[in-house]
């Protein structure tokens, strides 16, 4: 029975090839990302390993917040001055030198613009001349206080040469400097993992990247010869006490590149996510691979039977043929990985310029997860085939045998069953208390359940659909072909269901939620003008809050406030917060309700974040900034947190102990009959110097705020193209193995007058109306749980639903020419068969 098995598989090379490529691609997905994610994490062990290079021990503040890489932005606690004296008093210790070294130091090129992160800081430091990393290119370091030197990235990306004036963005509005110097590092880098750096002398830096001069972000200590670096953290430690982090270099660079993988580790999960649709998506086509290839050798197994075969062999028989291609799958699919890891990473890599790519790697997790999920994933498509491939009645290989159209109703019923338990999770995670992983799994089991149900309502479907190609002999036989086979046909349009259903479900939450949120906004904020940016690193954009004043003077303004933001603790809750230069002002220009201005011991808190803490006006709060000491804040208002930005609102004086303390964003509302166009030109020169925002109406800012959605639906759209992918070769092999079937039906076809050109019609027709049915499943199910979704979240404000008409239309359009690009092999295929042979085949 195995030698029998292997030759049958040996035997059939393209019915392999088909039935593994499923496969292969949902295992290149899960291998590359284990292998990207590794190779990825490396590189950042290099490159922490490289930027503590020459630190035997560091020193930092603790952290008035702790904050993770996932949870926002770290802002050190500055060291002062006097602590550098203590620490060169401990035995062991060689040297220590203050550093100041902060993110937030942007830099205008020079067209105007602020050079760009997409990820990678923009450090402000002090310069403490050339080390073992620090080597000048050119110039010389500042020495001065209006000169800088950059390095060597942010030279080429500004457009900037030694001697040009440079703006420069940091904690304070724009400042001029002259730049005198270039540096780079080690192995003719421009940076170190893409970090763009400034360098000032040491009192500007620590004024503008700390806020206050005499203090430093690090002390870096050197140990004297023969002592370990180990052994003097320890005396620093003991000397300093619990107010410091003393740790090694080797620590720090461990620490801040476990940051960064604690991000890769979420990026993974995002990959391994999509692969397990493509994967979900794959067992459509090996299940309708399986069950086409049983079709074919009812005959051959039926012998095998006659001949002493047991159940038991057969169904071990059609499950060994499943293993060899599922192990044949995983290790082709694991060599794409690896392919595919390495392309992704150095596409990273571009992006994050100057990022070292470590060696590729292939992780054990990559090889086993490939093993496994191959042959897992294949193994268990195989199970149903292989039981119906051990019902095959010995007598069958006697009688000209056809695989007779089983009745529905078990299916159909299964389906209901399932597909109704699909919709209780989805409600219960949905309008309960379940999360996400409820919602995920109600999806998952409601796809299920439709796929169950296709069946049933593909004949009817099918048919109505083919009608619209009847006009000719060729696509009344392709019409027919198409719903001949119910199961077959539903199989496979269920594949394509899942990509099609997924992206339009997002597109109609994303658009929905895009739409609401627009109108939301447009609705509660009675500002005209709006003063902001778009983020495009790790910190917001900000602007001098000197424009606020100006604004306030412009003739027809009628009031004009801003908005600070920061992470806070507040009373020991990691939270964001506001602030306001004036609650009174905010209050009128934003459209909110009447609030008296705060004084600097009072907080406005909205009613939500009261209801939930059980709070009271009058009630005090602790709140933790991410400088200074605690502050005891009294809730003096409270507002419905639709009426005015965010669930916290402090006052102006609090915002000396914010990580960023310039405003994010600016409100001016305009007296009655003054127009945006009369003062819009005013208000733009105000912000002039501040290139990362402008001044624009209402309206415009709002589009651009909420056209991240937008974003969000292409990348989706982008990771789900494998899985429709995968449909559209299921498309291909259900087409190319039914040729294989009807070989004999397609001779005598040929034979009656049925010529090459109608013979490749027909197919095509047949190809198209599966795809069409199943874009059209696909679009019915993704807006029947889009709206579910945004039904649910209407208390969140996501209250209007929009259908993306001209989005299901197009995929609709595409799936029809997809159907003729995925028969344009099996229809050759069938025209070529040779007449003769074909009607003598069996």
């Known amino acids: 029975m195995l030698r029998a098995t292997l030759k049958s598989l040996l035997g059939r090379k393209l019915r392999l090839v088909l039935s593994g490529l499923a496969v292969v691609l949902g295992v290149m997905f899960v291998a590359g990302a284990f292998v990207v994610t590794d190779t990825l994490g490396r590189s950042f062990d290099q490159v922490f390993a490289t930027a503590y290079a020459t630190t035997d021990v560091g020193i930092k503040a603790k952290p008035k917040i702790a904050v993770s890489e996932m949870e926002g932005e770290q802002v050190d606690t500055p060291l002062p001055a006097s602590v550098i004296d203590e620490v060169e008093k401990v035995d062991g210790v060689r040297s220590a030198t203050g550093m100041v070294t902060e993110d937030g130091a942007r830099v205008i090129g020079s067209d105007g613009k602020v050079v760009q992160s997409y990820g990678p800081p923009r450090l402000g430091n002090n310069w403490i001349g050339e080390d073992g990393q620090v080597q000048l290119r050119e110039g010389r370091g ?5 000169e800088i030197a950059v390095n060597a990235a942010v030279a080429k990306a500004a457009g900037i040469k030694v001697g040009d004036r440079v703006g420069v963005l940091t904690l304070q509005p724009k400042k001029t400097f002259t730049l005198v110097g270039v540096w780079g590092y080690p192995g003719d880098k421009d940076s170190i993992g893409g970090a763009q750096e400034v360098a000032f002398t040491t009192p500007v830096a620590q004024r503008l990247m700390l806020g206050q001069p005499g203090e430093y972000s690090m002390i870096n200590v050197k140990v004297d010869q023969g002592q370990t670096p180990a052994g003097v953290r320890d005396r620093i430690a003991a000397r300093l006490g619990s107010d410091y982090e003393v740790k090694t270099g080797q620590q720090l660079a461990d620490d801040s590149a476990a940051g960064m993988k604690e991000v890769l580790s979420f990026f993974n999960k995002i990959l391994l996510g999509f692969a397990g649709v493509a994967l979900f998506v794959g067992v459509f086509l090996i299940l309708n691979t399986f069950s086409i290839i049983v079709a074919q050798r009812t005959r051959e197994l039926a012998l095998m039977r006659a001949l002493g075969a047991s159940r038991r062999q057969v169904i071990g028989s059609v499950l060994l043929e499943a293993v060899v291609i599922g192990l044949i799958a995983a290790a082709v699919g694991l060599a794409a990985g690896i392919g595919v890891g390495a392309g992704l990473g150095y596409l990273f890599t571009q992006l994050a310029d100057g990022l070292a790519l470590a060696p590729i790697g292939v992780p054990l997790a990559a090889v086993l997860s490939s093993l496994i999920v191959g042959v897992v994933v294949t193994v268990v498509a195989a199970v149903l085939p292989a039981l119906r491939a051990s019902r095959i009645a010995p007598v069958a290989a006697m009688q000209d045998v056809a695989t007779p159209d089983r009745p529905l109703t078990k299916v159909s019923v299964a389906g209901a069953i399932v597909g109704a338990a699909g919709a209780t999770l989805l409600g219960i995670g949905l309008y309960g208390s379940g999360g996400l992983w409820l919602i995920l799994g109600g999806v998952l089991v409601s796809f299920v359940g439709v796929a169950l149900l296709t069946p049933l ?44 259903a997924l992206v339009t479900g997002v597109t109609v939450v994303m658009n929905s939620a895009k739409t609401s949120l627009a109108a939301q906004a447009e609705d509660t904020v009675k500002a005209e003008i709006v003063i ?15 424009v606020l004043a100006a604004a306030r003077k412009v003739s027809g303004v009628r009031a004009a406030a801003g908005i600070w933001n920061d992470q806070a603790q507040v009373d020991g809750k990691l939270t964001y917060v506001n602030a306001t230069d004036d609650l009174a002002k905010l209050s009128d220009a934003y459209g909110g309700p009447a609030l ?3 004084r600097p011991d009072q907080v406005a808190v909205s009613t939500q974040e009261m209801a939930d ?14 400088r200074g000491d605690q502050h005891r804040y009294t809730i003096a208002s409270t507002y419905d947190e639709d009426a005015l930005p965010g669930s916290y609102l402090l006052p102006a004086a609090a915002t000396k102990d914010f990580g960023i303390t310039q405003p994010v964003i600016g409100f001016v509302r305009l007296t009655d009959g003054t127009t945006v166009a009369q003062v819009l030109p005013q208000m733009k020169a105000l912000v002039a110097d501040s290139p990362e925002v402008s001044a624009t109406d209402r309206t415009t800012y709002i589009q651009q705020q909420v056209g991240t959605f937008d974003t969000v639906i292409t990348m989706v759209q982008v990771l789900l193209a494998l899985a429709i992918l995968i449909a559209v070769l299921g498309v291909v092999n259900t087409l190319a193995l039914s040729v294989l079937e009807r070989t004999r039906e397609l001779g005598l076809l040929r034979a009656v007058g049925l010529g090459r050109g109608q013979t ?64 344009v092999l099996p229809s050759i295929r069938a025209a070529r068969i040779n007449v003769l042979q074909a009607i003598a085949a069996e």
């Open 613 to 626: 803490h059980g709070w009271q006006v009058g009630t005090a709060l602790t709140v933790q900034l991410a």
């Open 532 to 546: 902001g940016g778009d983020q495009n690193g790790p910190r917001p954009p900000t602007f001098d809050d000197s």
């Open 457 to 500: 309502i593909s004949r009817p479907v099918v048919s109505a659909l083919g009608r619209l190609f009847s006009w000719s002999l060729p696509g009344r036989l392709g019409r027919l072909n198409s719903g001949r086979n119910p199961r077959r046909t539903a199989i496979t349009a269920a594949a394509l269901m899942v990509g099609i």
């Open 142 to 146: 500042p020495a001065k206080d209006d």
């Open 760 to 823: 490749m019609r027909m197919v095509t027709v047949e190809a198209v109306v599966i795809s069409v049915f199943g874009a059209l499943l696909g679009v019915v199910v993704g807006a029947g749980l889009g709206a579910a979704v945004v039904r649910a979240l209407n208390g969140e404000g996501i209250d209007q639903l929009v259908l993306p008409w001209g989005g299901m239309a197009l995929y609709l359009v595409l799936a029809a020419l997809v159907g003729v690009l995925a028969a």
């Open 596 to 598: 008296a201005t705060l």
